[in-house]
């Protein structure tokens, strides 16, 4: 069971990019599934998740109105749209499977990708 995270590069301040991640089973369209970041010298944190037939995602604040989840059963992908991007959005973006059919900040995630890095210059 592998997560594939891919998308990740150089960017300018309000730019945008587009993250993907690849499941290796189709056993993830019915799980929740998350991305995550980790920035140098902090500790991971969450940044949106989405439920398995996608009626439910959640961000975290500071992403609000940025950022967009979503995902694509039929191809086993999730996606991450990241719109208006920010020197404070430069991280580690990893993608996680949770392990029920919703993907809370605080919930349990069993799967992880390896990580995708995201580079914004102000």
């Known amino acids: 069971v592998q997560l594939q995270a891919s998308g990740g590069g150089s960017v300018q301040a309000g730019g945008s990019l587009r993250l993907s991640c690849a499941a290796s089973r189709r056993t993830f369209s019915n799980n929740g599934m998350g991305w995550f970041r980790q920035a140098p010298g902090k500790e991971r944190e969450f940044v949106a998740g989405?439920?398995?037939?996608?009626?439910?995602?959640n961000y975290k604040d500071s992403v609000k109105g940025r950022f967009l989840i979503s995902r694509d059963n039929a191809r086993n992908m999730v996606y991450l749209q990241m719109n208006s991007l920010k020197s404070e959005d430069t991280a580690v973006y990893y993608c996680?499977?949770?392990?029920?059919?919703?993907?809370?900040?605080?919930?349990?995630?069993?799967?992880w990708g390896q990580g995708t890095l995201v580079t914004v210059s102000s």
């Open positions: 989405i439920s398995w037939n996608g009626a439910s995602t």
């Open positions: 996680a499977a949770a392990i029920g059919a919703v993907a809370p900040q605080n919930g349990i995630y069993k799967y």
